[in-house]
C-alpha cells in the first residue's frame, strides 16, 4: 500500500474517556437553579393566598364612617381612597390573590349599586407566576434538548457517557511514530523474528502468492523495562501503519459487557484501518487461566478474554491486521490464548548482556556531557542484570547528581553514586552513627567482602559502604567479571560463604553476632535448598530433584497439589541442606581466620570513611591490611592512570588538529574549484576525457 493510500484510508475515530468538566457542572447547575426557582413560585402562590384574604378590602367599602371616593383594581392590587372621619383623605392598598379578583369585581357591584362607591377601575390582571413557571418548564425541555444533542455529537467523537462499550485503545497514525528497529539497541534476534511481520505488513501480497500465513498474534514476554513496547511500537514504525495501543485493564469495567463490546469495537476499527497493529500490553490482566483461584472466575474478565479468543480466531486470510501483546507473566496465561492460530509466535525478550547494555548507554548518552574518563563498557559491566529502562534510570540519576553538584559533566563518581542509588536506594548520610553500630557493621561488611575477594575469581568487589541505604545498614556492592547464564556448584557455595562472611565476622572480631545478617541467611538458605531440591548438586541426593517447579501460582489449583515425595525424604533434604550451610560456615571462618589483618584494616578504614571503593579495597586486599602500604600503592595506580588519560588527551587534540588541518584543505580546494570559469571546467573535462 502507497503512503496516498494509507492516507486516503478511512481512520476509525479514537475514542476517549468521558470527561466531565466544567460543562456538565453547568447544566446540572442550571437545572438545579430553574427547578428551585419553579418549586418557589409555586410555594408564593400559596403563600400569598394565606396572607392576604378579600374581608381587608370589604371592611373598608363597608365602614359607614368612611367615605369612599376611588376604588383602583390593578391586575391584583387594589387602591382605595377614602376620608376618615376628621375629613382628611386616605389611600390604603391591598394585593389579592388573582384567584379572588372575580369575587372582588362581584363584590364592587353589588356596593356600587348600593350606593356605597360611585364608580371603580379595573384593569385585567396577568398571572406572572404561571407564565413564569410555563417558561421554567420550557426552558428544562430546551436544556435537555441541548444536552442530549451534545451528548450524541460527543458519541460520535466517543467522548460520551454512552460509549462504555467503543474502542479505548489510543491510535497513533503512521507519521506521528518515530521509533524504527535502529532505535532499539540490543534485541537482535527479537527485531529478527519481528521483521517478517513487518514484512508482511508491508507486502503481504508476496506472501498470499506463496500461500504462507503469517502469525496472527505475536506475544512478547519477558522482565520488566525489557523494551516489550518499544519493539512493537518499532513494528508500527517500520511498517508505517496505524498502531492501536491498548492495556489490559483498559477492557473491564463494572458492568458486565462492557469488555467484549469494547474489544468488538477495538477490533472492527483495526480491520477499517488494515493494515494495523493491535498492541495490548499488559494482557494477563484479561488473559489469566478461567477457572483458577478460590473464587472461581470474574465474569466481566471471562468474557472479555472469550471475545479476544472468538475475535484472534475470526481474522479471515485478508485481514492485515497483526496483533502483539506484552506480558511480563506468561505462566498465567490462558492455554486458549497460545494455541496455534492465536498467538502464534512467542517471543522472549531477555534482559540485555553486555554489549547490549553498552549500545543502550551510548542511546540514553546521547544529549548529555559525558566525561571522557567514563568508560560506558565498564558501566555495562558493572550493571549485570540491568534492564534498558534501568540503564536509562541510572544516567538520569547520574545527570541528577551532577547538577545537584554543580558540575558541568557526568563523572565516573556520578555514575558509581547513580548506580548505587538505583540498587539501593539513597544514601542516609543524615542518619547519626554511634560507635557501637559503626564498628558492628564495619566489620560485617568486611567479612563479605574479604570472603568474595578470598573465594570468587569471576566476580569483584565495587564498594563498601557502612551508610545506611534503603534498608541495609550498609552494604558490600559487587560486579561480575562477564555474564554469565549459568552457574557452577563451586560458584554457588561460594555465593553461600560470601553470604555467611558478615555473620562469620561479628562471631570471630566481635565475640556476638547480631540480627544485622537476617538477609543474609535467607539468601544461603535459599540457593543451598535449591542445590539440593532443584539442581541436583547434593552429593547424597547426586542428578535428584524434588518438586514440581512449575507450580500453580493461583491458591485455588495450589491447595489441590501434594508432596511429591515422603516425609522421611524431606527430613532427609533438610539435613543436607544443613550440612552444606555448616560446612560452608566453617570454611569462612577459616578464611576470615588466615585474613585477620586485611578484616581489621578494612574495618578501621570504614570506621573512618565510611565508604570504600573497588580500587581502594583492592589496594588494601594487596597490602594485607597495611593502611600506609594501601594508600602508597592507591597514589602509585592513580598517578599511572592520570597519566595514562593524559596520554589518551593529547592523542584526541592531536587527531583534532589533523582533523581541522584536513578539513581546511578541503574548504581551500573547494575554493578553488569554485573560482574556476564554465569554460575552464568544461575544457578540463574534455581534457579528461
Same mark, same amino acid.
Given at each position: 500500500?502507497? &503512503?496516498?493510500?494509507?492516507?486516503?484510508?478511512?481512520?476509525?475515530?479514537?475514542?476517549?474517556? @468521558?470527561?466531565?468538566?466544567?460543562?456538565?457542572?453547568?447544566?446540572?447547575?442550571? %437545572?438545579?437553579?430553574?427547578?428551585?426557582?419553579?418549586?418557589?413560585?409555586?410555594?408564593?402562590?400559596?403563600? =400569598?393566598? !394565606?396572607?392576604?384574604?378579600?374581608?381587608? /378590602?370589604?371592611?373598608? %367599602?363597608?365602614?359607614?364612617?368612611?367615605?369612599?371616593?376611588? /376604588?383602583?383594581?390593578?391586575?391584583?392590587?387594589?387602591?382605595?381612597?377614602?376620608?376618615?372621619?376628621? *375629613?382628611?383623605?386616605?389611600?390604603?392598598?391591598?394585593?389579592?390573590?388573582?384567584?379572588?379578583?372575580?369575587?372582588?369585581?362581584?363584590?364592587?357591584?353589588?356596593?356600587?349599586?348600593?350606593?356605597? #362607591?360611585?364608580?371603580?377601575?379595573?384593569?385585567?390582571? #396577568?398571572?406572572?407566576?404561571?407564565?413564569? &413557571?410555563?417558561?421554567?418548564?420550557?426552558?428544562?425541555?430546551?436544556?435537555?434538548?441541548?444536552?442530549?444533542?451534545?451528548?450524541?455529537?460527543?458519541?460520535?467523537?466517543?467522548?460520551?457517557?454512552?460509549?462504555?462499550?467503543?474502542?479505548?485503545?489510543?491510535?497513533?497514525?503512521?507519521?506521528?511514530?518515530?521509533?524504527?528497529?535502529?532505535?532499539?539497541? *540490543?534485541? /537482535?534476534?527479537?527485531?529478527?523474528?519481528?521483521?517478517?511481520?513487518?514484512?508482511?505488513?508491508?507486502?503481504?501480497?508476496?506472501?498470499?502468492?506463496?500461500?504462507?500465513?503469517? @502469525?496472527?498474534?505475536?506475544?512478547?514476554?519477558?522482565?520488566?523495562?525489557?523494551?516489550?513496547?518499544?519493539?512493537?511500537?518499532?513494528?508500527?514504525?517500520?511498517?508505517?501503519?496505524?498502531?492501536?495501543?491498548?492495556?489490559?485493564?483498559?477492557?473491564?469495567?463494572?458492568?458486565?459487557?462492557?469488555?467484549?463490546?469494547?474489544?468488538?469495537?477495538?477490533?472492527?476499527?483495526?480491520?477499517?484501518?488494515?493494515?494495523?497493529? #493491535?498492541?495490548?500490553?499488559?494482557?494477563?490482566?484479561?488473559?489469566?487461566?478461567?477457572?483458577?483461584?478460590? *473464587?472461581?472466575?470474574?465474569?466481566?474478565?471471562?468474557? +472479555?478474554?472469550?471475545?479476544?479468543?472468538?475475535?484472534?480466531?475470526?481474522?479471515?486470510?485478508?485481514?492485515?491486521?497483526?496483533?502483539?501483546?506484552?506480558? &511480563?507473566?506468561?505462566?498465567?496465561?490462558?492455554?486458549?490464548?497460545?494455541?496455534?492460530?492465536?498467538?502464534?509466535?512467542?517471543?522472549?525478550?531477555? @534482559?540485555?548482556?553486555?554489549?547490549?547494555?553498552?549500545?543502550?548507554?551510548?542511546?540514553?548518552?546521547?544529549?548529555?556531557?559525558?566525561?571522557? +574518563?567514563?568508560?560506558?563498557?565498564?558501566?555495562?559491566?558493572?550493571?549485570?542484570?540491568?534492564?534498558?529502562?534501568?540503564?536509562?534510570?541510572?544516567?538520569?540519576?547520574?545527570?541528577?547528581?551532577?547538577?545537584?553538584?554543580?558540575?558541568?559533566?557526568?563523572? @565516573?563518581?556520578?555514575?558509581?553514586?547513580?548506580?548505587?542509588?538505583?540498587?539501593?536506594?539513597?544514601?542516609?548520610?543524615?542518619?547519626?552513627?554511634?560507635?557501637?553500630?559503626?564498628?558492628?557493621?564495619?566489620?560485617?561488611?568486611?567479612?563479605?567482602?574479604?570472603?568474595?575477594?578470598?573465594?570468587?575469581?569471576? !566476580?569483584?568487589?565495587?564498594?563498601? +559502604?557502612?551508610?545506611?541505604?534503603?534498608?541495609?545498614?550498609?552494604?558490600? =556492592?559487587?560486579?561480575?567479571?562477564?555474564?554469565?547464564?549459568?552457574?557452577?556448584?563451586?560458584?554457588?557455595?561460594?555465593?553461600?560463604?560470601?553470604?555467611?562472611?558478615?555473620?562469620?565476622?561479628?562471631?570471630?572480631?566481635?565475640?556476638?553476632?547480631?540480627?544485622?545478617? =537476617?538477609?543474609?541467611?535467607?539468601?544461603?538458605?535459599?540457593?543451598?535448598?535449591?542445590?539440593?531440591?532443584?539442581?541436583?548438586?547434593?552429593?547424597?541426593?547426586? &542428578?535428584?530433584?524434588?518438586?514440581?517447579?512449575?507450580?500453580?501460582?493461583?491458591?485455588?489449583?495450589?491447595?489441590?497439589?501434594?508432596?511429591?515425595?515422603?516425609?522421611?525424604?524431606?527430613?532427609?533434604?533438610?539435613?543436607?541442606?544443613?550440612?552444606?550451610?555448616?560446612?560452608?560456615? !566453617?570454611?569462612?571462618?577459616?578464611?576470615?581466620? $588466615?585474613?585477620?589483618?586485611?578484616?581489621?584494616?578494612?574495618?578501621?578504614?570504614?570506621?573512618?570513611?565510611?565508604?570504600?571503593?573497588?580500587?581502594?579495597?583492592?589496594? %588494601?586486599?594487596?597490602?594485607?591490611?597495611?593502611? !600506609?602500604?594501601?594508600?602508597?600503592?592507591?597514589?602509585?595506580?592513580?598517578?599511572?592512570?592520570?597519566?595514562?588519560?593524559?596520554?589518551?588527551?593529547? $592523542?584526541?587534540?592531536?587527531?583534532?588538529?589533523?582533523?581541522?588541518?584536513?578539513?581546511?584543505?578541503?574548504?581551500? /580546494?573547494?575554493?578553488?574549484?569554485?573560482?574556476?570559469?564554465?569554460?575552464?571546467?568544461?575544457?578540463?573535462?574534455?581534457?579528461?576525457?
Amino acid at each position: 500500500m502507497s &503512503n496516498n493510500d494509507q492516507n486516503n484510508a478511512p481512520k476509525p475515530p479514537v475514542n476517549r474517556s @468521558p470527561k466531565f468538566g466544567s460543562a456538565a457542572i453547568f447544566y446540572v447547575v442550571l %437545572i438545579a437553579l430553574l427547578l428551585i426557582f419553579s418549586s418557589l413560585m409555586f410555594n408564593n402562590r400559596g403563600g =400569598a393566598a !394565606e396572607q392576604t384574604t378579600l374581608s381587608d /378590602v370589604v371592611e373598608i %367599602i363597608e365602614n359607614r364612617d368612611y367615605d369612599v371616593t376611588d /376604588v383602583d383594581v390593578n391586575g391584583t392590587t387594589v387602591t382605595i381612597t377614602y376620608k376618615d372621619l376628621q *375629613g382628611s383623605e386616605q389611600t390604603a392598598r391591598q394585593n389579592v390573590p388573582y384567584e379572588y379578583v372575580d369575587d372582588l369585581i362581584s363584590k364592587l357591584e353589588e356596593y356600587k349599586s348600593e350606593g356605597l #362607591i360611585d364608580t371603580y377601575n379595573y384593569t385585567e390582571p #396577568i398571572d406572572w407566576t404561571m407564565i413564569l &413557571n410555563a417558561l421554567s418548564i420550557i426552558g428544562l425541555g430546551i436544556l435537555a434538548v441541548v444536552i442530549f444533542v451534545n451528548l450524541n455529537r460527543q458519541t460520535k467523537d466517543g467522548n460520551s457517557v454512552f460509549s462504555f462499550g467503543n474502542n479505548r485503545a489510543r491510535l497513533t497514525s503512521p507519521n506521528d511514530i518515530k521509533v524504527k528497529f535502529s532505535d532499539v539497541a *540490543g534485541s /537482535v534476534e527479537e527485531k529478527e523474528e519481528l521483521s517478517e511481520v513487518v514484512d508482511f505488513l508491508k507486502f503481504p501480497k508476496k506472501y498470499k502468492e506463496l500461500g504462507a500465513k503469517i @502469525p496472527k498474534g505475536v506475544l512478547l514476554h519477558g522482565l520488566p523495562g525489557t523494551g516489550k513496547t518499544l519493539l512493537a511500537r518499532a513494528v508500527a514504525g517500520e511498517a508505517s501503519c496505524p498502531f492501536f495501543y491498548i492495556s489490559g485493564s483498559d477492557f473491564v469495567e463494572m458492568l458486565v459487557g462492557v469488555g467484549a463490546s469494547r474489544v468488538r469495537s477495538l477490533f472492527s476499527d483495526a480491520k477499517k484501518a488494515a493494515p494495523a497493529v #493491535i498492541f495490548i500490553d499488559e494482557i494477563d490482566a484479561v488473559g489469566r487461566k478461567r477457572g483458577a483461584g478460590l *473464587g472461581g472466575g470474574q465474569d466481566e474478565r471471562e468474557q +472479555t478474554l472469550n471475545q479476544i479468543l472468538v475475535e484472534m480466531d475470526g481474522f479471515d486470510a485478508n485481514t492485515n491486521v497483526i496483533v502483539i501483546a506484552a506480558t &511480563n507473566r506468561v505462566d498465567v496465561l490462558d492455554p486458549a490464548l497460545l494455541r496455534p492460530g492465536r498467538f502464534d509466535r512467542r517471543i522472549m525478550v531477555n @534482559p540485555p548482556d553486555v554489549d547490549e547494555r553498552e549500545a543502550i548507554l551510548k542511546i540514553h548518552a546521547k544529549g548529555k556531557p559525558i566525561a571522557s +574518563t567514563v568508560s560506558l563498557r565498564e558501566v555495562a559491566l558493572s550493571t549485570v542484570g540491568f534492564t534498558g529502562a534501568d540503564l536509562a534510570n541510572l544516567l538520569n540519576e547520574a545527570a541528577l547528581l551532577s547538577a545537584r553538584r554543580n558540575k558541568k559533566e557526568i563523572t @565516573p563518581l556520578e555514575i558509581n553514586d547513580a548506580t548505587f542509588r538505583v540498587m539501593m536506594g539513597p544514601e542516609k548520610n543524615s542518619k547519626r552513627l554511634t560507635d557501637k553500630v559503626k564498628r558492628l557493621t564495619a566489620y560485617h561488611e568486611a567479612g563479605h567482602a574479604v570472603v568474595l575477594r578470598a573465594t570468587s575469581d569471576i !566476580e569483584k568487589v565495587d564498594r563498601v +559502604t557502612i551508610i545506611p541505604a534503603g534498608q541495609a545498614g550498609g552494604f558490600t =556492592a559487587y560486579k561480575p567479571v562477564e555474564d554469565l547464564d549459568y552457574y557452577t556448584e563451586k560458584m554457588l557455595l561460594d555465593n553461600i560463604r560470601m553470604s555467611l562472611g558478615g555473620r562469620a565476622a561479628e562471631e570471630i572480631f566481635l565475640g556476638e553476632v547480631s540480627t544485622g545478617a =537476617a538477609s543474609d541467611l535467607q539468601s544461603c538458605n535459599r540457593i543451598a535448598t535449591a542445590m539440593v531440591k532443584r539442581y541436583g548438586l547434593s552429593p547424597k541426593f547426586r &542428578n535428584m530433584v524434588f518438586g514440581d517447579e512449575n507450580q500453580e501460582v493461583f491458591v485455588g489449583q495450589s491447595f489441590g497439589q501434594v508432596q511429591s515425595y515422603s516425609d522421611s525424604t524431606a527430613y532427609e533434604i533438610d539435613k543436607e541442606v544443613q550440612r552444606i550451610i555448616t560446612e560452608c560456615y !566453617e570454611d569462612t571462618k577459616r578464611i576470615l581466620e $588466615e585474613k585477620r589483618a586485611t578484616v581489621e584494616g578494612l574495618s578501621k578504614r570504614l570506621i573512618e570513611k565510611y565508604k570504600v571503593d573497588g580500587p581502594e579495597f583492592e589496594a %588494601i586486599f594487596d597490602a594485607e591490611g597495611d593502611l !600506609e602500604k594501601a594508600d602508597e600503592m592507591l597514589e602509585q595506580k592513580k598517578a599511572e592512570l592520570a597519566e595514562k588519560e593524559a596520554k589518551i588527551k593529547a $592523542e584526541n587534540e592531536k587527531a583534532e588538529k589533523e582533523a581541522k588541518k584536513a578539513k581546511a584543505a578541503i574548504a581551500e /580546494v573547494n575554493e578553488e574549484t569554485s573560482d574556476e570559469t564554465p569554460e575552464e571546467s568544461t575544457q578540463e573535462q574534455k581534457t579528461e576525457e
